[in-house]
């Protein structure tokens, strides 16, 4: 820590290269803990190892030492921490009853403890400390002086009962900066009076398009519809339109409503319910492209042959448009597959057929088709990950889990939704070349991405590491679907997430899209819950009225920096609830074993993925040890002799594995167990 000197996770911090007898001994002090390491493991290999070892490496030195002099931004004392109170000491077992302070620790590794004062902590804890082992509490850092190894903390409450489904949503909110939920007064007041309708001024500067056959495709229990969609076939070619709900018409620049949207940046979706990022009158309503009801839109017209060719340029307008149909992405599936609605909940067509709708959704099907193929010849590249969906029951535990399936109707409207992006970001970067709020995807490291190829390469598998479109397409040259699928994984934990940017902020070549393979991107379509879109919209209307950017660079790069923290934490946070609920979901369950496939392979443990949960996970062989009689390193895998026979374990093998929910840690985690999977003798 007296290097990192007070410096935390997240901070900028300013650094000086070690050198002289500050380097040496430095070197000499990581050089004795990285022996220990490699002596501790080569220990527990010798337990578990029925062959002789080869004696270790020698260890390599190649890294660069550097100290913290200064931190030139940090939020650490505004942050609140999530932990646990302790009377111990870090690092010992015994209490001195007489210090003044106990002792705080965080449920982040990366934090340091933090004294608190007796006097501010709960006089329940001081009177029987062991009360409070499974207790989490919140606590903020208050000061850490130059001398000191530990910061002072400020005791802040008490949150609840380890692995209690809302003590750690809390938890889970708390340590990523989330502290909203409901609006207060002067954000309300900039909401309109209800009932509202739509001014009649704006009529007569939108395109009015109530009469177009225009519908949305949601999860059935979607309630912010941003997008909708239409196609249409004029003097022999086809008119393609995306048309997003205009939000930037009730949240005025400046305004109360503005700011705060901007503080939360965007909707926070939980297992059991969403934080959103506007009041719910216009996430749900007036904003929401709802049936049959007049609503402000921005639309984004395109002109193609039936070969899916663009004619000319795409068209932006404002506009007027009156949804004919709420579409589930199942209605839109069953109609791609030729099958009818009867299964599914009713629709309100408006006026307009279910033939009509059935032809639009087909024609939309086919041009998504072509448009989706152009991409991947283009460079993109598949990175989706596992997503869980959960059953709850009247007070909210989770009853049933599976994993989301992305299907055809999925795809047809992310392939829309990807083009607008994409026109709009070239439009504004065009127009806007300073000041542009643009989106990135950096490419992943190349030694990480290096390191994948050359673990793979004894597998007979190549991976071209070269390019996004290169790496597409090493993953369609494995014909087995399941080892592509367990490579594809392998692959998205090298890459990078994507950011937000200001044009002028950064060198034109760190604007390209790694993923999907395109110079420009950027976020237009979902404004109801990103704040980057409802940026992204005012200047798209500035810019097709040909009016000066009202955005600086400065200005922009900040809400860039802003929109990143949160949609940062916003995916942590997502992540955590899932685990939270499967978590609590496995651990009703009890004990279960299921298939797992194997995706990496160490000394003495594999690396596998749980298909039926979305678990990755690692399996250490020594957990096991009253099961086994040992292990041998063989053939790019492991032999692992059971009591009651023997197993190969390889890359890809598929093997059994047990599944327990450790629910009341925290934060809550999963523990995999290898079972033998048919022993052969």
Known sequence: MTLQNRAIEGDIVLVQLLDGQELAEEQDRVMKKRLERQQGSRLRQEKISLQELDDDEELQEHRIYGKVVGIAESNAFERTFVGTLHMERPGTDTVDERARFVWFKPNDKRIPFMMLSKETVESQFLKDPSSFSNVLVTCKMKKWSETSRFPLGQYTGKLGQMGELPVETEALLVQNGIFWDDFDDSVLECLPQTPWQIPASEFEKRLDLRQERIFSIDPQTARDLDDAVSLKEVDGKL?????????????????????????????????????????????????????????LAFSVFWTLTKDGEFIGEPRFHRSVIRSCAKLSYDHAQATIEGKSWDHLPPVELGDVSKEQIDQDIIRLFELSKVLRKRRFDNGSLTMSSIKLWFKLDDVGNPIDSGIYQLKEANKLIEEFMLLANMAVAHKLAKSYPDAALLRCHPAPLEKGMRELAEELSPYGIELDISSSKKLQESFESIQDPLQRELLRLLAIKKMKRANYFC???????????????????????????????????????????????????????????????????????????????????????????????????????????????????????????????????????????????????????????????????????????????????
């Open 239 to 295: 008119e393609l339109g995306v048309h997003i709900a205009d939000v930037s018409y009730f949240v005025k620049s400046g305004s109360q409503l503005d700011k705060e949207a901007l503080n939360r940046a965007t909707s926070i979706y939980l297992v059991q319910k969403v934080i959103p990022m506007l009041p719910r009158l216009l996430c749900e309503q007036l904003c929401s492209l709802n049936p049959n009801v007049d609503r």
């Open 503 to 681: 044009t002028g902020s950064v060198d034109v070549s760190q604007y390209y899209h790694y993923a999907l393979g395109v110079p420009l991107y950027t976020h237009f379509t979902s404004p109801i819950r990103r704040y980057c879109d409802l940026v992204v919209h005012r200047m798209l209307d500035l810019c097709i009225h040909n009016q000066d950017n009202q955005y600086g660079t400065g200005q922009v790069a900040e809400i860039a920096k802003q929109c990143n923290q949160m949609k940062n934490a916003s995916r942590d946070v997502q992540d955590a609830s899932q685990n939270l609920y499967l978590c609590a979901y496995l651990s009703d369950k009890g004990e279960i074993t299921c298939d797992g496939f194997v995706n990496k392979i160490g000394s003495r443990s594999f690396d596998v993925v749980l298909f039926d949960y979305g678990i990755e996970g690692t399996v250490w062989l020594e957990d096991v040890m009253d099961q086994i009689k040992g292990i041998e390193s063989q053939d790019k895998g492991l032999l692992v002799h059971w009591n009651t026979g023997i197993e190969r374990v390889q890359m890809f093998s598929q093997v059994r594995v047990k599944v327990c929910s450790l629910l009341q840690t925290s934060p809550p985690s999963i523990k995999l167990y290898a079972v033998p999977s048919e022993p052969k003798k």
